[in-house]
């Protein structure tokens, strides 16, 4: 059993719910934190690293020009679709005759889509692949027993989609025997959002009650409609704005997804949070909301669970 | 004096929901009572900037934003399978002598197509995303927005800056995405400076701390914003003087700010609020012009 939690926009407190969720579920789960740009899912359960159980990440050969081969052609110019190749200060000079151009190019390695286009149309031979690491993932134990599986994206690295697959496998291999899997997604709705709903069998969609978080949400709602999960929704920040609260309760009926429950905006929450202690662990009406709204999606994935028999029309969802 | 060209201001974060989106489009608009500005949505997975201006009519219809695909010609391909070793990203396979694209994963970089010794493969046109350009009194408005589904935000980004800088003016604020992985550098590269907003808690911290490790190694000009003042437990002021970054602003938490901001409205009536973000802008525009010989 595969649930995910994403919300669209970015602070609309997926992390924080996921965390919650582990908290409820715990023994019988195992913690994927998939955003691995912003990875707080350590933080949120008090994690601490599993002796030996941290592993490079690859994210795939990226391309160098070398400086002293490089004959400022400017083919490989040409060829990047990705204004990636910028001149080196300096100049060139082929010999007597010639215009002065540039001393040479590199490659933007912020801007390389690292495609290798490049590398073909170069007649000197001096560009060429390099591998270099680009993260870490990590399995580390939780206050609550159970496992996390982690990730630290180096700063400006590509294709987090990759490392959120590894941080899937590694989690799901770890999932054994009936556990539930609870996956923090990133914000967005791009390719390593994309990678952290595909094969969940429940999606958790936080929806922020404010202009911005309805509006990240329906897009979210979209892009799950197609990838045909199932899910169940959470307003969080309620109160704030009655409008907002209304608006965000519509975007979920407008995609015929049911309302799990409605979390409040109380900043005794937050200081929950920062004293580490999960949303469901609070006292007071602020808590009872969040166990509310847990105790729905638990319910979801206790009817998901049953043996297929009991539930064979759901399978085929929406 | 180099020639004229836009002060570009990005603002950025780690975390999401620190605020980005509500700061960049109050500097937008502090910046636009004296100069000609643009605000840039760049967060085209999760646009929100034109949400702020509900009454704003686009100038003209949206404009697509689209990546050349290589479509197969049947009659021509030898099924040699060299383009699908040149792909990079696990968009054409070749099983056989039989060759599938999957448009939806190719990048457009051309590479198969330039491989192909057959001449089998052409290149069509598939949408990825689209720009949208309003006008909000001085205020320029431009927004990117990448297609439900699609997994190509960098086209897109990398559209709505092309556009940007044919556009001008004196001033350019960037709302980029979260993170700190190739959307968010694909927005903040280029940028003359770039605010990093961050709130006081422990989770926007830790993914502050990344992006100070982005932008000093990348070599950008960049200060923090701290939004929701006194709303956590952590010392942000602490944490940017031990890497180095100065703190360019402070916000305070408020709760009827935050139900403002929930509900899109802006805070123009805030007559401080709205001098520290234009006198934000100004000092960095100036920064920039003693620096390294001007913006302009």
């Not at chain 1, 159980?53 to 400086?67: H, K, L, M, T």
């Not at chain 1, 999606?203 to 990838?227: F, K, P, W």
Request: proline fraction near 4%.
């Amino acid at each position: 059993m595969i649930v995910t939690v994403a919300s669209g926009k970015g602070g609309a407190g997926k992390t924080s719910i996921a965390a919650a969720l582990v908290a409820a579920l715990a023994p019988r789960c195992v913690g994927a934190d998939c955003d691995v740009d912003a990875a707080n899912g350590a933080i949120a359960l008090g994690a601490r690293l599993v002796e030996g159980e941290a592993s490079d990440y690859y994210a795939g050969p990226g391309f160098r020009i070398d400086q002293a081969v490089c004959m400022a052609c400017a083919a490989c110019v040409e060829a990047c679709r990705f204004d990636a190749i910028e001149a080196e200060a300096g100049a060139f000079d082929p010999g007597p005759g010639a215009i002065l151009g540039p001393r040479g190019y590199s490659i933007v390695v912020e801007l390389c889509e690292r495609c290798g286009a490049c590398l073909d149309v170069c007649p000197n031979g001096a560009i060429y692949s390099y591998e270099k690491k680009a993260g870490e993932l990590f399995v580390s134990s939780t206050r609550y027993g159970i496992p996390l599986v982690h990730a630290e994206l180096f700063p400006g690295e590509d294709t987090s989609g990759k490392l959120v697959r590894a941080v899937r496998e590694r989690a799901e291999a770890l999932a054994q025997d009936g556990a539930t899997l609870i996956v923090d997604a990133p914000p967005g709705i791009g390719c390593p959002v994309i990678a952290s709903l595909s094969g969940s069998d429940l999606v958790v969609v936080v929806v922020e009650a404010s202009l911005s978080g309805v509006r990240d949400a329906g897009r979210l709602l979209e892009l799950i409609a197609s990838m045909r999960r199932r899910s169940i929704g959470i307003l969080n920040k309620t109160g704030l704005n009655a409008d907002m609260d209304k608006a965000a309760r519509a975007c979920l009926a407008a995609s015929g997804v049911a309302i799990g429950g409605e979390i409040l905006f109380d900043p005794s929450l937050r200081s929950a949070e920062e004293g580490g202690k999960a949303w469901n662990e609070v006292e007071g009406e602020a808590g009872e909301r969040v166990r509310a709204a847990l105790a729905s999606v638990l319910r979801s994935i206790e009817e998901l669970t049953k043996p297929k028999s009991a539930r064979d029309s759901g399978k085929e969802l929406i | 004096m180099n020639a004229l060209r836009p002060a570009v201001i990005a603002v950025a974060s780690g975390k999401g929901g620190t605020g980005k989106t509500t700061m960049a489009v109050h500097l937008a608009l502090a910046s636009a009572r004296t100069r000609a500005t643009l605000l840039v949505d760049l967060d085209v997975e999760a646009p929100d900037v034109l949400g702020y201006f509900p009454m704003v009519e686009p100038l003209e219809a949206p404009s697509s934003v689209s990546v050349a695909v290589p479509r197969l010609v049947g009659a021509f391909c030898t099924g040699c399978g060299l383009c699908a070793n040149s792909c990079r990203f696990g968009a054409i396979i070749a099983i056989g002598g039989v060759v599938t694209i999957d448009e939806k994963v190719c990048k457009g970089c051309g590479r198969c197509v330039a491989v192909c010794p057959a001449g089998a493969l052409v290149e069509g046109r598939v949408e990825v995303g689209a720009m949208v350009e309003s006008r909000v009194g001085a205020l320029s408005l431009l927004e990117g927005r990448m297609a439900v589904g699609d997994i190509r935000s960098t086209a897109v980004i990398d559209a709505a800056k092309r556009r940007a800088a044919e556009l001008g003016g004196a001033a350019h604020i960037r709302d980029c995405p979260p993170g700190i992985s190739c959307p968010a550098t694909h927005a903040m590269e280029g940028a003359d400076f770039v605010i990093l907003v961050a709130e006081p808690t422990r989770f926007s911290a830790h993914d502050l701390f990344g992006a100070m490790r982005y932008v000093r190694d990348r070599g950008l000009a960049a200060g923090i914003l701290i939004n929701k003042y006194g709303f956590g437990s952590v010392d942000i002021e602490e944490l940017a003087d031990r890497e180095g970054l100065p703190v360019v602003g402070r916000v305070a938490f408020e709760r009827d700010r935050a139900g403002a901001g929930a509900a899109g409205r802006l805070w123009e009536s805030n007559g401080d609020f709205m001098r520290q973000m234009e006198d934000l802008v100004t000092t960095l525009i100036d920064m920039g012009n003693s620096s390294r010989g001007g913006f302009r």
